[in-house]
DNA sequence: GTGTATATCTCGGGG
DNA sequence: CCCCGAGGTATACAC
Protein backbone atom coordinates (compact mmCIF):
# COMPACT_ATOMS: atom_id res chain seq x y z
CA UNK A 1 0.00 0.00 0.00
CA UNK A 2 1.51 3.52 -0.89
CA UNK A 3 0.20 6.42 0.93
CA UNK A 4 0.38 9.83 -0.52
CA UNK A 5 -0.06 13.18 1.00
CA UNK A 6 -0.49 15.57 -1.83
CA UNK A 7 -1.60 19.10 -2.89
CA UNK A 8 -3.63 17.61 -5.79
CA UNK A 9 -6.73 18.42 -8.41
CA UNK A 10 -8.39 15.26 -9.44
CA UNK A 11 -10.96 14.49 -12.31
CA UNK A 12 -13.36 11.60 -12.98
CA UNK A 13 -15.14 10.64 -16.32
CA UNK A 14 -17.06 7.73 -16.27
CA UNK A 15 -20.58 7.12 -15.18
CA UNK A 16 -20.84 10.55 -14.36
CA UNK A 17 -18.31 13.46 -14.75
CA UNK A 18 -16.69 15.12 -11.47
CA UNK A 19 -13.88 17.26 -10.43
CA UNK A 20 -12.29 18.14 -7.36
CA UNK A 21 -10.20 21.92 -7.53
CA UNK A 22 -6.90 21.51 -5.76
CA UNK A 23 -6.08 20.92 -1.83
CA UNK A 24 -3.95 18.91 0.37
CA UNK A 25 -5.65 15.45 -0.01
CA UNK A 26 -4.32 11.87 1.08
CA UNK A 27 -4.43 9.53 -2.31
CA UNK A 28 -3.83 6.02 -1.09
CA UNK A 29 -2.68 2.82 -3.72
CA UNK A 30 -3.78 -0.54 -2.58
CA UNK A 31 -1.79 -3.46 -3.91
CA UNK A 32 -4.49 -4.80 -6.12
CA UNK A 33 -4.18 -0.97 -7.84
CA UNK A 34 -7.18 0.39 -6.46
CA UNK A 35 -6.93 4.11 -6.33
CA UNK A 36 -8.91 6.38 -3.16
CA UNK A 37 -8.40 9.58 -2.73
CA UNK A 38 -9.50 10.80 0.88
CA UNK A 39 -10.04 14.16 2.26
CA UNK A 40 -10.00 14.52 6.18
CA UNK A 41 -13.22 14.61 7.04
CA UNK A 42 -16.71 13.02 5.69
CA UNK A 43 -16.49 9.32 6.03
CA UNK A 44 -15.39 6.07 4.67
CA UNK A 45 -16.78 7.08 1.45
CA UNK A 46 -13.44 8.78 -0.76
CA UNK A 47 -14.32 12.07 -2.37
CA UNK A 48 -12.64 10.49 -5.68
CA UNK A 49 -11.65 6.83 -6.67
CA UNK A 50 -11.11 3.76 -8.75
CA UNK A 51 -11.57 0.82 -7.81
CA UNK A 52 -9.17 -2.74 -9.12
CA UNK A 53 -9.03 -3.68 -11.90
CA UNK A 54 -7.28 -1.02 -14.01
CA UNK A 55 -4.33 0.29 -15.15
CA UNK A 56 -2.17 3.36 -13.60
CA UNK A 57 -0.10 5.38 -15.55
CA UNK A 58 2.11 6.88 -13.59
CA UNK A 59 3.94 10.44 -15.64
CA UNK A 60 5.00 13.91 -15.02
CA UNK A 61 2.69 15.15 -12.08
CA UNK A 62 -0.65 13.49 -13.98
CA UNK A 63 -1.63 9.99 -12.61
CA UNK A 64 -4.06 8.82 -15.40
CA UNK A 65 -5.89 5.57 -14.08
CA UNK A 66 -8.44 3.63 -16.69
CA UNK A 67 -10.53 0.66 -16.11
CA UNK A 68 -11.89 -1.67 -19.01
CA UNK A 69 -15.02 0.23 -18.58
CA UNK A 70 -13.33 3.06 -20.17
CA UNK A 71 -13.91 5.21 -17.02
CA UNK A 72 -11.17 7.66 -16.48
CA UNK A 73 -9.61 9.20 -13.38
CA UNK A 74 -6.82 11.48 -13.60
CA UNK A 75 -5.02 13.49 -10.63
CA UNK A 76 -2.34 16.43 -10.87
CA UNK A 77 -0.24 16.41 -8.12
CA UNK A 78 0.83 19.81 -7.72
CA UNK A 79 3.18 19.22 -4.23
CA UNK A 80 3.90 15.79 -2.54
CA UNK A 81 3.78 16.33 1.01
CA UNK A 82 4.56 12.69 1.91
CA UNK A 83 4.96 9.66 -0.11
CA UNK A 84 5.14 6.10 1.64
CA UNK A 85 4.63 2.47 1.03
CA UNK A 86 3.95 -0.34 3.24
CA UNK A 87 3.51 -4.24 2.80
CA UNK A 88 1.06 -5.26 4.13
CA UNK A 89 0.74 -8.37 2.99
CA UNK A 90 -3.51 -10.34 2.25
CA UNK A 91 -6.18 -9.85 4.83
CA UNK A 92 -8.36 -13.06 6.72
CA UNK A 93 -11.57 -10.54 5.77
CA UNK A 94 -14.25 -9.98 8.02
CA UNK A 95 -16.60 -12.29 10.32
CA UNK A 96 -19.73 -11.26 10.59
CA UNK A 97 -22.67 -12.29 12.24
CA UNK A 98 -26.47 -11.03 12.80
CA UNK A 99 -27.06 -10.05 9.15
CA UNK A 100 -30.74 -11.09 7.46
CA UNK A 101 -28.37 -14.35 6.03
CA UNK A 102 -28.25 -15.44 9.56
CA UNK A 103 -31.98 -14.43 10.80
CA UNK A 104 -33.25 -16.18 7.34
CA UNK A 105 -31.13 -19.67 8.34
CA UNK A 106 -32.53 -19.46 11.76
CA UNK A 107 -35.93 -19.04 10.94
CA UNK A 108 -35.83 -21.30 8.01
CA UNK A 109 -34.85 -24.43 10.71
CA UNK A 110 -37.87 -22.66 13.43
CA UNK A 111 -40.86 -21.92 11.33
CA UNK A 112 -42.89 -22.32 14.52
CA UNK A 113 -41.48 -19.13 15.56
CA UNK A 114 -43.42 -17.27 12.47
CA UNK A 115 -46.28 -18.61 13.30
CA UNK A 116 -47.58 -21.90 15.47
CA UNK A 117 -47.49 -24.54 13.27
CA UNK A 118 -46.22 -23.53 10.21
CA UNK A 119 -43.61 -25.50 8.39
CA UNK A 120 -41.07 -24.96 5.55
CA UNK A 121 -42.03 -25.49 2.08
CA UNK A 122 -38.74 -24.05 0.33
CA UNK A 123 -36.36 -21.21 1.07
CA UNK A 124 -35.02 -18.87 -1.80
CA UNK A 125 -38.08 -20.06 -3.39
CA UNK A 126 -37.84 -18.82 -7.25
CA UNK A 127 -40.04 -16.52 -9.16
CA UNK A 128 -40.19 -14.34 -12.14
CA UNK A 129 -39.29 -10.77 -10.41
CA UNK A 130 -36.92 -12.67 -7.59
CA UNK A 131 -36.85 -14.92 -5.13
CA UNK A 132 -39.33 -15.53 -2.11
CA UNK A 133 -37.52 -15.58 1.31
CA UNK A 134 -39.00 -18.34 2.55
CA UNK A 135 -42.45 -20.36 0.99
CA UNK A 136 -43.89 -22.11 3.99
CA UNK A 137 -47.39 -23.57 4.95
CA UNK A 138 -49.47 -22.50 7.73
CA UNK A 139 -51.15 -24.59 10.31
CA UNK A 140 -54.32 -24.60 8.16
CA UNK A 141 -52.82 -25.74 5.53
CA UNK A 142 -52.57 -22.51 3.04
CA UNK A 143 -49.30 -20.91 1.56
CA UNK A 144 -47.27 -18.52 3.49
CA UNK A 145 -44.74 -16.28 1.19
CA UNK A 146 -42.42 -15.06 4.35
CA UNK A 147 -40.35 -12.11 3.49
CA UNK A 148 -37.21 -11.59 5.90
CA UNK A 149 -35.67 -8.06 7.01
CA UNK A 150 -33.42 -7.32 9.59
CA UNK A 151 -35.11 -4.14 9.75
CA UNK A 152 -39.06 -4.04 8.62
CA UNK A 153 -39.31 -1.13 6.41
CA UNK A 154 -42.24 0.13 3.44
CA UNK A 155 -39.42 -1.63 0.89
CA UNK A 156 -39.81 -5.06 2.43
CA UNK A 157 -43.49 -4.86 2.21
CA UNK A 158 -43.41 -3.15 -1.61
CA UNK A 159 -41.66 -6.57 -2.24
CA UNK A 160 -43.35 -8.85 -0.55
CA UNK A 161 -46.45 -7.68 -2.19
CA UNK A 162 -44.83 -7.71 -5.75
CA UNK A 163 -44.37 -11.93 -5.00
CA UNK A 164 -47.51 -12.44 -3.82
CA UNK A 165 -49.31 -10.89 -6.40
CA UNK A 166 -47.07 -13.47 -8.72
CA UNK A 167 -47.43 -16.00 -6.32
CA UNK A 168 -51.35 -15.85 -6.65
CA UNK A 169 -51.18 -16.27 -10.11
CA UNK A 170 -50.33 -19.56 -9.60
CA UNK A 171 -52.70 -22.11 -9.58
CA UNK A 172 -50.72 -24.56 -7.65
CA UNK A 173 -49.84 -22.21 -4.66
CA UNK A 174 -53.14 -19.76 -4.63
CA UNK A 175 -54.20 -17.98 -2.51
CA UNK A 176 -51.28 -17.41 -0.89
CA UNK A 177 -51.16 -14.92 2.09
CA UNK A 178 -47.79 -12.47 3.18
CA UNK A 179 -46.18 -12.41 6.52
CA UNK A 180 -43.12 -9.70 6.91
CA UNK A 181 -40.54 -10.86 9.40
CA UNK A 182 -37.87 -8.82 11.01
CA UNK A 183 -35.91 -8.17 14.35
CA UNK A 184 -37.79 -4.43 14.31
CA UNK A 185 -39.94 -3.39 11.78
CA UNK A 186 -41.30 0.30 11.96
CA UNK A 187 -44.62 1.75 12.51
CA UNK A 188 -45.43 2.56 9.05
CA UNK A 189 -44.62 -0.24 7.61
CA UNK A 190 -47.06 -2.48 10.15
CA UNK A 191 -49.60 0.03 9.04
CA UNK A 192 -49.10 -0.49 5.25
CA UNK A 193 -48.96 -4.46 5.95
CA UNK A 194 -51.86 -4.17 7.78
CA UNK A 195 -53.91 -2.20 5.00
CA UNK A 196 -52.87 -4.97 2.26
CA UNK A 197 -54.10 -7.94 4.41
CA UNK A 198 -49.90 -8.52 5.61
CA UNK A 199 -48.87 -10.09 8.84
CA UNK A 200 -45.86 -8.66 10.89
CA UNK A 201 -43.99 -10.83 13.19
CA UNK A 202 -41.02 -9.39 15.41
CA UNK A 203 -38.62 -12.01 16.08
CA UNK A 204 -35.88 -11.95 18.66
CA UNK A 205 -32.66 -12.79 16.78
CA UNK A 206 -30.81 -13.52 20.00
CA UNK A 207 -33.31 -15.87 21.37
CA UNK A 208 -33.85 -17.86 18.29
CA UNK A 209 -29.82 -17.91 18.28
CA UNK A 210 -30.54 -19.34 21.90
CA UNK A 211 -32.73 -21.90 20.90
CA UNK A 212 -30.77 -23.34 18.03
CA UNK A 213 -28.28 -23.92 20.41
CA UNK A 214 -30.35 -25.59 22.80
CA UNK A 215 -30.86 -27.98 19.93
CA UNK A 216 -27.13 -28.21 18.81
CA UNK A 217 -26.70 -28.98 22.33
CA UNK A 218 -29.36 -32.17 22.29
CA UNK A 219 -27.55 -33.91 19.36
CA UNK B 1 -5.21 13.01 9.32
CA UNK B 2 -3.06 10.40 11.27
CA UNK B 3 -2.32 7.28 9.21
CA UNK B 4 -1.26 4.03 11.41
CA UNK B 5 0.62 1.07 9.64
CA UNK B 6 -0.43 -2.29 12.36
CA UNK B 7 -0.44 -5.85 13.06
CA UNK B 8 -4.36 -5.16 14.92
CA UNK B 9 -7.57 -7.39 15.51
CA UNK B 10 -10.66 -5.16 15.18
CA UNK B 11 -14.23 -6.07 17.11
CA UNK B 12 -17.29 -4.28 16.07
CA UNK B 13 -20.50 -4.52 18.21
CA UNK B 14 -23.13 -2.52 16.74
CA UNK B 15 -26.24 -3.09 14.81
CA UNK B 16 -24.02 -6.56 13.62
CA UNK B 17 -21.18 -8.29 15.00
CA UNK B 18 -17.82 -8.55 12.81
CA UNK B 19 -14.49 -9.15 13.89
CA UNK B 20 -11.39 -8.96 12.07
CA UNK B 21 -8.35 -11.71 13.20
CA UNK B 22 -4.81 -10.13 13.34
CA UNK B 23 -3.11 -8.76 10.30
CA UNK B 24 -1.39 -5.96 8.58
CA UNK B 25 -3.86 -2.62 8.19
CA UNK B 26 -3.79 0.48 7.31
CA UNK B 27 -5.85 3.13 10.18
CA UNK B 28 -6.64 6.05 9.32
CA UNK B 29 -8.08 8.72 12.07
CA UNK B 30 -9.58 11.95 10.27
CA UNK B 31 -9.79 15.62 11.83
CA UNK B 32 -13.44 14.76 12.27
CA UNK B 33 -12.86 11.74 14.65
CA UNK B 34 -13.67 8.85 11.58
CA UNK B 35 -11.41 6.35 12.05
CA UNK B 36 -11.26 3.66 9.01
CA UNK B 37 -9.50 0.29 8.74
CA UNK B 38 -8.05 -0.23 5.91
CA UNK B 39 -6.85 -3.44 4.04
CA UNK B 40 -4.30 -3.41 1.14
CA UNK B 41 -7.18 -4.82 -1.38
CA UNK B 42 -10.71 -4.65 -1.66
CA UNK B 43 -12.22 -1.45 -2.69
CA UNK B 44 -13.66 1.90 -1.26
CA UNK B 45 -15.12 0.37 1.53
CA UNK B 46 -13.28 0.22 4.69
CA UNK B 47 -12.92 -3.92 6.31
CA UNK B 48 -14.77 -1.88 9.41
CA UNK B 49 -14.83 1.76 10.50
CA UNK B 50 -16.93 4.08 13.09
CA UNK B 51 -18.27 7.65 11.53
CA UNK B 52 -18.06 10.78 13.59
CA UNK B 53 -19.52 12.40 15.73
CA UNK B 54 -18.17 9.10 18.07
CA UNK B 55 -15.28 9.24 21.22
CA UNK B 56 -11.99 7.92 20.81
CA UNK B 57 -10.50 6.15 23.82
CA UNK B 58 -6.64 5.44 23.34
CA UNK B 59 -5.92 2.74 25.77
CA UNK B 60 -2.06 0.60 26.40
CA UNK B 61 -2.02 -1.52 22.70
CA UNK B 62 -5.88 -1.25 22.59
CA UNK B 63 -8.48 1.61 21.10
CA UNK B 64 -12.10 2.00 22.14
CA UNK B 65 -14.26 4.04 20.13
CA UNK B 66 -17.91 4.86 20.96
CA UNK B 67 -20.75 6.46 19.49
CA UNK B 68 -23.40 8.07 20.91
CA UNK B 69 -26.07 4.86 19.28
CA UNK B 70 -23.88 2.45 21.72
CA UNK B 71 -22.01 1.47 19.19
CA UNK B 72 -17.81 0.35 19.53
CA UNK B 73 -15.42 0.05 17.82
CA UNK B 74 -12.04 -1.98 19.50
CA UNK B 75 -8.91 -1.74 17.98
CA UNK B 76 -6.62 -3.92 19.38
CA UNK B 77 -2.22 -2.77 18.41
CA UNK B 78 0.10 -5.63 18.37
CA UNK B 79 2.89 -4.15 16.69
CA UNK B 80 2.84 -0.10 15.32
CA UNK B 81 4.99 0.00 12.00
CA UNK B 82 4.43 3.44 11.26
CA UNK B 83 2.33 6.69 12.94
CA UNK B 84 2.42 10.01 11.02
CA UNK B 85 0.28 12.87 11.35
CA UNK B 86 -0.77 15.42 8.44
CA UNK B 87 -2.47 18.65 8.30
CA UNK B 88 -4.79 18.65 5.43
CA UNK B 89 -7.16 21.29 5.87
CA UNK B 90 -10.84 21.56 5.04
CA UNK B 91 -11.34 20.35 1.05
CA UNK B 92 -13.60 22.70 -1.15
CA UNK B 93 -15.55 19.64 -1.99
CA UNK B 94 -17.02 17.58 -5.27
CA UNK B 95 -18.77 19.00 -8.55
CA UNK B 96 -20.62 16.50 -10.28
CA UNK B 97 -22.22 16.30 -13.00
CA UNK B 98 -24.35 13.44 -15.32
CA UNK B 99 -26.43 12.70 -12.19
CA UNK B 100 -30.41 12.32 -12.07
CA UNK B 101 -31.10 15.73 -11.64
CA UNK B 102 -29.22 16.27 -14.93
CA UNK B 103 -30.67 14.03 -16.80
CA UNK B 104 -34.03 15.34 -15.41
CA UNK B 105 -33.60 19.07 -16.98
CA UNK B 106 -32.10 17.67 -20.07
CA UNK B 107 -35.63 15.42 -20.60
CA UNK B 108 -37.76 18.27 -19.33
CA UNK B 109 -36.45 20.44 -22.48
CA UNK B 110 -36.78 17.96 -24.80
CA UNK B 111 -39.80 15.69 -24.24
CA UNK B 112 -39.93 14.74 -28.02
CA UNK B 113 -37.29 12.50 -26.42
CA UNK B 114 -39.41 10.83 -24.47
CA UNK B 115 -42.08 10.02 -26.88
CA UNK B 116 -42.87 11.96 -30.39
CA UNK B 117 -45.07 14.48 -29.84
CA UNK B 118 -44.53 15.12 -25.90
CA UNK B 119 -45.06 18.34 -24.58
CA UNK B 120 -44.02 19.37 -20.97
CA UNK B 121 -46.46 20.17 -18.40
CA UNK B 122 -44.76 21.08 -15.23
CA UNK B 123 -41.29 19.31 -13.55
CA UNK B 124 -41.37 18.43 -10.49
CA UNK B 125 -45.12 18.00 -10.30
CA UNK B 126 -46.31 18.26 -6.50
CA UNK B 127 -48.72 15.18 -5.22
CA UNK B 128 -49.20 14.51 -1.50
CA UNK B 129 -47.28 11.77 -1.88
CA UNK B 130 -44.13 13.44 -2.83
CA UNK B 131 -42.90 15.11 -6.66
CA UNK B 132 -43.62 13.67 -10.39
CA UNK B 133 -40.37 14.43 -11.98
CA UNK B 134 -41.89 15.71 -15.21
CA UNK B 135 -45.79 15.94 -15.91
CA UNK B 136 -46.17 15.68 -19.76
CA UNK B 137 -48.77 15.55 -22.57
CA UNK B 138 -48.94 13.24 -25.13
CA UNK B 139 -49.21 13.64 -28.55
CA UNK B 140 -53.08 12.43 -28.37
CA UNK B 141 -53.45 14.65 -25.64
CA UNK B 142 -53.70 12.33 -22.80
CA UNK B 143 -51.88 13.27 -19.00
CA UNK B 144 -48.34 10.88 -18.78
CA UNK B 145 -46.09 10.98 -15.85
CA UNK B 146 -42.86 10.19 -16.63
CA UNK B 147 -40.54 9.11 -13.70
CA UNK B 148 -36.73 9.47 -14.52
CA UNK B 149 -33.75 7.32 -12.95
CA UNK B 150 -30.24 6.88 -14.10
CA UNK B 151 -30.82 3.34 -13.99
CA UNK B 152 -34.18 1.99 -13.92
CA UNK B 153 -35.12 -0.59 -11.83
CA UNK B 154 -37.96 -2.14 -9.47
CA UNK B 155 -38.08 0.57 -7.36
CA UNK B 156 -38.69 3.44 -10.00
CA UNK B 157 -41.66 1.19 -10.96
CA UNK B 158 -42.89 1.09 -7.61
CA UNK B 159 -42.23 5.04 -7.27
CA UNK B 160 -44.42 5.48 -10.11
CA UNK B 161 -47.11 3.40 -9.91
CA UNK B 162 -47.57 5.39 -6.38
CA UNK B 163 -47.60 8.61 -8.33
CA UNK B 164 -50.08 7.26 -11.19
CA UNK B 165 -52.08 5.97 -8.33
CA UNK B 166 -52.88 9.28 -7.19
CA UNK B 167 -53.07 11.33 -10.01
CA UNK B 168 -55.68 9.01 -11.05
CA UNK B 169 -57.76 10.69 -8.27
CA UNK B 170 -57.65 14.17 -10.01
CA UNK B 171 -60.66 13.95 -12.40
CA UNK B 172 -58.78 16.94 -13.66
CA UNK B 173 -56.03 14.62 -14.90
CA UNK B 174 -57.09 11.12 -15.09
CA UNK B 175 -56.84 9.33 -17.18
CA UNK B 176 -52.92 9.27 -16.52
CA UNK B 177 -50.31 7.15 -17.72
CA UNK B 178 -46.63 6.35 -16.98
CA UNK B 179 -43.66 6.30 -18.49
CA UNK B 180 -40.24 5.04 -16.93
CA UNK B 181 -37.34 7.00 -18.70
CA UNK B 182 -33.58 5.61 -17.58
CA UNK B 183 -30.15 5.23 -19.63
CA UNK B 184 -30.87 1.67 -18.96
CA UNK B 185 -34.12 -0.31 -17.86
CA UNK B 186 -33.21 -3.45 -16.59
CA UNK B 187 -35.37 -6.86 -17.42
CA UNK B 188 -37.22 -7.12 -13.96
CA UNK B 189 -38.54 -3.39 -14.13
CA UNK B 190 -39.50 -3.90 -17.29
CA UNK B 191 -41.64 -7.33 -17.03
CA UNK B 192 -43.04 -5.13 -13.58
CA UNK B 193 -43.58 -2.34 -16.04
CA UNK B 194 -44.93 -4.18 -18.70
CA UNK B 195 -47.41 -5.89 -16.05
CA UNK B 196 -48.76 -2.81 -15.06
CA UNK B 197 -49.02 -0.95 -18.38
CA UNK B 198 -46.35 1.55 -17.54
CA UNK B 199 -44.27 2.69 -20.59
CA UNK B 200 -40.39 1.94 -20.36
CA UNK B 201 -37.65 4.66 -22.86
CA UNK B 202 -34.07 4.22 -22.54
CA UNK B 203 -32.82 7.40 -23.24
CA UNK B 204 -29.06 8.14 -24.36
CA UNK B 205 -27.57 10.83 -22.09
CA UNK B 206 -24.73 11.86 -24.34
CA UNK B 207 -26.56 12.29 -27.25
CA UNK B 208 -29.01 14.33 -25.37
CA UNK B 209 -26.69 16.67 -24.05
CA UNK B 210 -25.55 16.87 -28.01
CA UNK B 211 -29.16 18.25 -28.82
CA UNK B 212 -28.92 20.44 -25.56
CA UNK B 213 -25.35 21.98 -27.23
CA UNK B 214 -26.66 22.14 -30.95
CA UNK B 215 -29.65 24.55 -29.48
CA UNK B 216 -27.38 26.34 -27.87
CA UNK B 217 -24.94 26.51 -30.46
CA UNK B 218 -28.17 27.84 -32.53
CA UNK B 219 -28.27 30.73 -30.24
C1' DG C 1 -35.98 14.44 13.77
C1' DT C 2 -38.27 11.29 10.54
C1' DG C 3 -39.16 9.76 6.03
C1' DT C 4 -37.93 9.46 1.15
C1' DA C 5 -34.97 9.04 -2.88
C1' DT C 6 -30.24 8.76 -4.77
C1' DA C 7 -25.54 6.52 -5.33
C1' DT C 8 -19.41 6.40 -9.90
C1' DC C 9 -23.42 3.19 -4.30
C1' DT C 10 -20.25 -1.53 -2.78
C1' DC C 11 -20.43 -6.25 -2.10
C1' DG C 12 -21.61 -10.98 -2.57
C1' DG C 13 -24.29 -14.84 -4.56
C1' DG C 14 -26.64 -17.41 -8.26
C1' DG C 15 -27.73 -18.53 -12.94
C1' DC D 1 -20.92 -12.26 -17.45
C1' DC D 2 -25.21 -10.04 -15.88
C1' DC D 3 -28.87 -9.87 -12.60
C1' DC D 4 -30.48 -9.36 -8.12
C1' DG D 5 -30.80 -8.14 -3.23
C1' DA D 6 -28.55 -6.61 1.23
C1' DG D 7 -25.98 -3.04 3.49
C1' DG D 8 -23.31 -1.25 10.26
C1' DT D 9 -25.55 0.98 3.47
C1' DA D 10 -24.16 6.69 3.48
C1' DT D 11 -25.93 11.02 2.03
C1' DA D 12 -28.86 14.83 0.77
C1' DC D 13 -33.22 16.91 1.05
C1' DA D 14 -38.08 17.72 2.21
C1' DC D 15 -41.61 17.84 5.72
Sequence with gaps: MRLIVARCSVDYAGRLSARLPSAVRLIMVKADGSVLVHADGGSY????????????????GRWTITNPKGETLVI?????????SHDLGTDPGLDKDGVEADLQVLLADHPGEIEEGMTLLEREYATDIGPVDLLCRAADGQVVAVEIKRRGEIDGVEQLTRYLEFLNRDPLLAPVRGVLAAQAIKPQAKTLAADRGIGCVEVDYDALRGIESNVLRLF
Design 45 to 60: KPLNWMNAPNHVEEGE
Design 76 to 84: TLEEVLSDS
